[in-house]
């Protein structure tokens, strides 16, 4: 090489260099308790970014004020001590997403917590605070998502892309109509997440058990923050879900969350607010209490075609005390959601499970999520329902009755022992329409209100194994046709001459 082509790179690395001068804004630690940090010297930090102590330990700054900066610590509190050096990152908390967190257990960071081994993944991440999608990029809400519940699917039904509360007192079974709608997703190519915040560590291994027993955490990804673990971790368990959600339903698939349950979600904010030395207003509650959830629960969505058209249903959970809907954090998520399931304890202490409340319980989206034969079936359920329930209550007190009101009682009870469904045993959408169709056809006046139970499990059996094709014709059209309601009253009227009362 000769000397003119050594000069000449010369010149061009000095045109192409660029002198660097970095500098790194360091704050420090003045006082560390409970989880919280406040640091003096960072005049450049953003709200929600993520903060490092000591260069390992994870932090977020919630709170800007003149003079001093208060974060929450993400990792274990115990390491951070007044006087550590604090330094801004610019960037806010991320988590792994990906089809490799499928079937297992991780925590809001995205560490796997299930004694498994380590999860491999691509390396992509999202990070757990996102904008919502806009309006011009959502897509109509008119494709149902089956809950396997047959109470829920006639009268509340919920489409994909829909944010439906589950709403009641503890003990009334909210986490089992959520794990029922996981189980029904079976084949039916949709990813569920479940977020368990400040739950036993014992229901989430249970919770693990069934799932595995009845193949569904093939498609499902369980994040999990227990009750032993910080508020910080607990206020960003439902983000981190979400992000993982949002990587599938950015790809065009359809996605199912669950937030169980978002009053251990505000509970644990609150406590991050007042050690913040934040304001409190009603309850006790910060005052931006609806802003953490609506900015969450926006999230849910049904994008267009253009975008993919992939969805995220949210199912979130509120616990009532007492039944008192109209406490803060209810109602400020029942104001945020598309509808709600109020699950009773009345109902639930009477033996009707699910414990629906059909007159509170409404889905705002309604029939456009449902096939035409389901709308076909249950047009009048609702209404039948609530005349029974003001009726019975009537009828307590003695009354001599008339014939027609006696009928409707009759009906009524008969409609709501066959509304019944054991847990961990969704139902078929095909085999919903069947049960409803000769329940409001009134086809098993005869029966007994006691043998009811066995009569539907014998029934369904003997729909399957003679007559597939009723099924397969509902399956396939999603219509219910004056051939196919005639099969299903001859079904009827042959089981029950014929087989039922030789096997009651």
Do not use: W
């Amino acid at each position: 090489m000769d000397t003119k082509q050594i000069v000449k790179g010369f010149e061009t690395q000095l045109q192409n260099y660029k002198k660097k001068n970095e500098q790194t804004e360091l704050g420090r630690i003045v006082f560390s308790g409970d989880g919280v940090v406040k640091i003096t010297g960072l005049k450049h930090c953003k709200y929600g970014e993520l903060l490092e102590i000591n260069g390992s330990i994870r932090a977020i700054a919630l709170n800007l004020e003149e003079h001093e900066i208060g974060a929450i610590v993400l990792d274990d509190e115990d390491k951070v001590a007044t006087g550590g050096l604090v330094s801004a990152t610019g960037d806010i908390v991320t988590v792994p997403v990906g089809p490799e967190l499928l079937g297992r257990v991780v925590d809001p960071l995205g560490n796997a917590i299930d004694g498994l081994a380590p999860i491999k993944t691509s390396g992509k991440r999202r990070p757990i605070e996102t904008p919502a999608p806009v309006i011009m990029d959502r897509g109509k809400v008119n494709e149902p998502l089956q809950t396997g519940i047959i109470c829920i699917d006639s009268m509340i039904p919920i489409g994909k892309g829909q944010r439906e509360l589950i709403i009641g007192d503890r003990q009334t079974g909210k986490t089992s109509v959520a794990i029922d709608t996981i189980l029904n997703q079976k084949g039916k190519g949709v990813i569920c997440v479940y977020v368990a915040i400040g739950q036993k560590a014992s229901s989430i291994s249970s919770l693990v058990h069934l799932l595995s027993e009845n193949g569904a955490m093939e498609y499902t990804i369980i994040v999990c923050s227990t009750a032993r673990d910080s508020a910080p971790i607990q206020y960003i368990a439902p983000y981190s879900g979400c992000a993982m959600a949002e990587e599938f339903m950015y790809q065009g698939k359809d996605v199912l969350i669950v937030y169980d349950d978002l009053s251990k979600h505000a509970v644990a904010y609150r406590s991050m607010s007042l050690l913040l030395k934040r304001p409190p207003g009603r309850e006790a509650y910060p005052g931006d209490i609806f802003y953490i959830h609506s900015r969450l629960l926006e999230r849910a969505a049904k994008l267009s075609e253009f975008h993919g058209g992939g969805s995220m249903t949210a199912l979130p959970i509120v616990e009532t005390q007492a039944g008192a809907i109209s406490a803060y954090v209810p109602t400020n998520v029942i104001s945020i959601t598309d509808g709600q399931i109020f699950l009773e304890t009345e109902l639930f202490n009477a033996g009707v499970r699910p414990a629906v409340n059909v007159g509170l319980s409404v889905s705002r989206v309604g029939s456009s999520a449902q096939i035409k034969a389901m709308r076909t079936v249950s047009g009048k359920l609702r209404l039948d329902l609530s005349q029974y329930r003001e009726l019975a209550i009537f009828a307590q007190f003695g009354t001599d009755l008339d014939a027609q009101t006696k009928s409707m009682l009759a009906q009524g009870e008969r409609t709501t022992e066959m509304l019944k469904q054991p847990v961990s045993s969704p139902m078929d959408v095909e085999k919903q329409v069947i049960i409803l169709y000769i329940t409001m056809k009134e086809l098993l006046k005869n029966i007994s209100v006691k043998k009811l139970s066995a009569f539907k499990v014998g029934f369904l059996e003997y729909v399957d194994t003679n007559f597939p094709q009723i099924c397969k014709k509902i399956r396939e059209n999603g219509n219910l046709d004056f051939e196919t309601s005639q099969e299903i009253e001859a079904a009827t009227t042959r089981f029950i001459d014929f087989y039922f009362d030789k096997v009651k």
